[in-house]
């Protein structure tokens, strides 16, 4: 979908007020999102042939000639959407990508469209208001924004053009509150609430509004509209955004899942304090603003002190001299906003106001007058015990991006139920960065998009994990770009080096934080970056020391099988040896079962050797074999043009489960890879993924760890 230009085409019924929508669209046009060239123009001076020239995006309340082969259309004055559902005037379709009508060449066409100008504009700017990558990154095939607040997403049918009504998605807007006592009216979308939580939500409102209205010597009696979900997945597919606790300043609305989010920390949140502050129009940052009004309350505030303490943590660690990130980190900068704000001088000076007025005038915590005293670092969290039992482990795949099918939508709930059947015990978490050159230092930005293995999304598979009794270890990596992989990561100046390895301890300082807050069991450091381990050791080991600052349990780091693993030297500085292990166990076209098990056993009793000799335990960070012709001559590679073949992956698990079985050495095996959601491989992977699911390679992995996990 790549072209010189994008063309933004607005039709409109002739004599009708556009409502600003050209406006709108040149604005997005001049971000140039993803990088394209945008040109908006009226399709009254765009014939046909010029439509099919290459990508295009229709907005308005009509459509062009030449459309009629379309799912969308009108009946008369109502729009019609195949296969048979109709919507009124004030309803809003966005369909992001279909097939070109105008083009025979492999080109697409988006659509917007809506009767009512007024509410394509507003549904535009809220959905890609502030985000119009979005636009070209498109969840669904179709979502259709009914006016009475109905939502209804719509998925292609495998890899067709066609719409696939299993697959469609229907939100019912809420009926009367379910609660208006103390003057806060609450609703429950998308299902009932349970009566506790809904009064745990109207109980610590009500608490934080007093609290607020205390510190600022004020007679504050709003309350925000609450909207109360059952899931993520719930709140993420109505505001596109998946965090537990939002507030939304321009509707004067709060969203909320109390079922993820405790007492304390939805009153500790600094979004459920936003409301209560007064700080609509204000030029300085309104987290800051709640960071010291937090901080005169705090001995009334159950969770302060800890919250506190993890800060003073991650001063130990260096965060006051870490520059904020292009992408925050929500944990480090609400601890340098708490740091920050304690060391401002107290209301009982009686300068709060004027403190505040400064702050709402554009200035920051750090140009106050402070108080003279810092909050002393904080002695580490308490070291946690390895675990007792062999980790029989899978790496969890976030393999959709609709929201409902990844990290954190309720797809993952069967997902995990079916992985328990193949008897595992532990599970690996993979939230993904990017860089864009392996060559060039970035900001690793942590995904926060409703689609993305986003912070709450990743909590939500975590905390799945252990409600199975699962051992979870969180491991964030690198993608990077242009078909590059980690192992290509590497600087010429110590300027470059000095950037990534700063840039890179800010990014998995944030995954620490979140790793002892929701206590996981392990985490892995890095994946897979050759160069950076080979060449800068002690920089790998300053980063060891600020993380055990933060986080408690097990540190591993996974090293790529070959020129990594053969030459990595600081195993001892952490708590397990971490091999990516992708060793070919044959190159023979046909080898016996006896020669696949003399591969595995050969790089197994190398890695025991490594494992010994540093006293640490040996864990498999990543192993596994597609289900393909051949899989055990390079079992990292794709699939490209071998058959399908069950039988063959199932030889190749059944030689390393032989082998693992013989190394007392290994401690733990993290499979690769389980999607997020079942159904994945078979829609998109012809049968040649890694997962054993639904394949023969299923039940020797499934025996394999019914009887290793008792060890």
Sequence with gaps: MRASVWRFVYCLEEGTDDAGLVDLLQEMANKQPFGKRIEVVSCDVVGTDSLGAGPVTIFGNRLPAGAEKLPVGKDGPAWRLSPNKTF???????????RNPWSEEATVAG?????????????????????????????????????????????????????????????????????????????????????????????????????ANLVLDADNDFYPEVRLYPSLERIGLRTGNMAAVQYNEEEKVMHLVPSFVNAEDLRLSFEAWRPFISWEGKKGSWQQAVALIQRQAGPALNGYAQRMMEARRLEGSGLIKMLTQEDPSPYLEEARARLQAAAVRPKSEGYLAEDLQALADGGDLTSLPSSGTLAPAAA????????????????????GYRIHNGYGGEKIKPSLDSLGKLNVNALAIVPYTFMRKPNVPTTLFIPSAAGQE???????????????????????????????????????????????????????????????????????????????????????????????????GQLTYAANWGEEFDGFTFWEDLDAIGLNSYYPLSEKDEPTDEELLAGARKWMSMAAEVSRNTKRPLWLTEVGFRSVDKAWTNPHADGGDRNANGTAQARCFKALTTAANETPELKGMFIWKWPSYLGRENWRGGGKGFSPGGKPAAEVVGAFNDEWRKR
């Design 88 to 98: 009124t005037n004030e309803d809003v379709l966005l369909m992001p990508y279909y």
């Design 111 to 211: 659509f917007f469209l809506s009767d009512d100008l007024a509410e394509l504009v507003s549904r535009l700017k809220i959905e890609y208001g502030d985000q119009a990558d979005r636009m070209f990154w498109p969840n669904w095939a179709y979502e259709l924004h009914r006016t009475n607040g109905d939502l209804i997403y719509g998925s292609f049918v495998d890899t067709s053009w066609n719409f696939d009504p299993k697959a469609e998605l229907a939100l019912k807007a809420p009926g009367a509150p379910v609660s208006e006592d103390g003057g806060i009216k609450i609703f429950a979308y998308d299902g009932e609430v349970a009566p506790g939580e809904v009064n745990k939500v109207r109980k610590n409102l009500e608490l934080i509004r007093l609290l």
């Design 380 to 399: 580490p969290p308490v070291k946690k015990l390895p675990p007792t039992k062999a980790l029989a482990g899978m790496t969890f795949a976030h393999e």
């Design 454 to 552: 986003n912070d709450w999304a990743t909590m939500c598979s975590a905390r799945e994990a252990h409600k199975r009794g699962w051992f979870t270890m969180l491991k964030p990596q690198i993608w990077i770009g242009g078909g590059h992989w980690p192992g290509d990561v590497d600087f010429v100046t110590d300027e470059d080096w000095d950037t990534f390895f700063a840039n890179y301890t800010y990014w998995i300082m944030h995954y620490a934080v979140m790793a002892e807050r929701e206590q996981i069991g392990a985490l892995c450091l890095g994946t897979e970056l050759v160069k950076t381990t080979i060449k800068h050791p002690d920089r790998w080991k300053e980063i060891i020391a600020k993380v055990r600052k933060v986080y408690g």
